[in-house]
């Protein structure tokens, strides 16, 4: 899977986040923007109260943002993959094998880490 | 009709450590005369943990099996005093409390069976108190760990405590465990006081660099087990095969499909792995 193609793959967060209600719930006190990048490619994501409001392709000239997950794309394919492989089946875990770096303000990714971490795997559910 | 009890049983006794009286939670099940086989917990968790060990006639049927939560922890108090004090488990207090245990209990060389850290430990309990113990299991197990996410974001008012320690760990859990089990095991670290989970990890990160304690271990003195799931991140796969590598005698097996708390993630799985290593146990004694 290419940049792009992730890029592809996180456009449809909010069809795959906002029809689930306990999702959107457990990001209710969460509004802010993050970062998603895949190698070169940046995706911007905004969020309002748990739902996903807008997502958003790079390159950006001016995007603001409080926290990024970077990853190359191909850990990225690994781990949307319906049973991923050890290291690749989590955002943490991704990050401590070196592959995925958590940059910027952390306290609100940490504040709603759960939250955050569903997103980003619903993809996968969604398959 | 008569309520189905499960066989565990629980008590609270009141032990000496560190100088200071602690209030203990400490549960049990199998035979009082059956071979005791004592359980410890992982970081920022507790005895519960250990719950499908103790309800398995096979196990029990020859093991007294033991669990207790260290002061802190599930239903054992903090010291009194607590609330001016920031919790941080050592390798001196782990340690004493092990053996307090093992000792106010009459414990005769005990197996002992430790995940996480309370795998890191039995590496300590091997180096200097082999003759102690019958048999040392270490899950999720290995000499030392670099430090690789800044504990603070454990423990801030900024951050909720449990819905942090359990995202944290999240990940630590196999994809194929049971959502049922993984989610028990996870409540554990929701339920954890402030800060004890950070605590418990300054042992875990600060003060047990043991890899220069592996090469006095003497497994002809007491067998050590060692037994890690593929997909723990935390205690890698490859960092339990170099410290087995370092151990002469010592017996590593990876467990497929398991994370970093096998008996409470997918406890059906683990039989397959822990009732061989049982059957050894009681085979020699």
Redesign the interface.
Same mark, same amino acid.
């Given at each position: 899977m290419s940049g792009d193609e992730v890029a592809a793959r996180l456009a449809r967060l909010p069809e795959l986040v906002n029809g689930r209600e306990s999702l959107v719930r457990r990001g209710r006190f969460l509004s802010g923007e993050f970062m998603v990048e895949a190698d070169e490619v940046a995706v911007h994501v905004k969020v309002h109260e748990g739902r996903v409001v807008e997502v958003a392709k790079g390159p950006f000239r001016m995007r603001a943002w409080r926290f990024a997950i970077r990853a190359e794309a191909q850990a990225w394919t690994r781990f949307w993959e319906p =049973?991923?492989e050890?290291?690749y089946?989590?955002?943490?875990?991704m990050?401590?094998?070196g592959v995925a770096r958590l940059e910027g303000d952390?306290?609100p990714l =940490?504040?709603n880490?759960?939250y955050v971490?569903e997103v980003l795997e619903s993809p996968r559910i969604g398959g | 009709m008569a309520l189905a009890f499960e066989p565990i049983t629980g008590r609270y006794a009141t032990l000496t450590l560190d100088g200071r009286p602690c209030r203990l939670f400490i549960e049990e099940a199998g035979p009082a005369d059956g071979i005791p086989l004592l359980c410890l917990h992982t970081a920022g968790s507790d005895s519960r943990q250990y719950r499908h060990l103790m309800c398995d006639p096979d196990i029990t049927k020859d093991f007294r099996v033991i669990a207790f939560d260290l002061p802190w922890h599930g239903k054992s108090n903090p010291p009194v005093g607590f609330h001016e004090e920031e919790y941080q488990l050592t390798t001196r207090t782990y340690t004493e409390a092990i053996l307090a245990v093992a000792d106010a209990m009459d414990l005769t060389r005990p197996a002992l069976i430790g995940c996480s850290m309370g795998g890191r430990i039995v590496l300590q309990l091997a180096a200097y108190h082999a003759d102690r113990f019958g048999a040392l299991i270490g899950v999720e197990c290995a000499d030392h760990q670099t430090s690789?996410?800044d504990t603070t974001?454990l423990n801030r008012p900024?951050?909720?405590g449990g819905?942090?320690c359990?995202?944290?760990v999240?990940?630590?859990v196999?994809?194929?465990s049971p959502q049922e089990f993984k989610w028990e095991t996870l409540w554990g670290y929701m339920q954890s006081g402030p800060g004890v989970f950070k605590g418990d990890l300054y042992f875990y990160r600060e003060d047990s660099d043991f890899r220069d304690r592996t090469p006095m271990i003497d497994t002809s003195r007491c067998p050590l087990y060692l037994l890690t799931g593929?997909?723990d991140?935390?205690c890698t796969p490859e960092d339990t095969e170099r410290t087995a590598a370092s151990i002469p005698g010592a017996k590593a097996v990876i467990m497929k499909e398991q994370g970093h708390f096998p008996m409470s993630e997918n406890p059906e799985m683990f039989r397959q792995y822990i009732l061989p290593v049982l059957d050894e146990i009681r085979a020699n004694r």
């Open positions: =049973m991923p050890p290291g089946h989590d955002v943490i875990a990050t401590r094998l952390l306290q =940490m504040a880490l759960r971490k | 690789w996410y974001w900024d951050v909720h819905e942090i359990a995202a944290m999240s990940g630590l196999a994809p194929q593929e997909y991140y935390s």
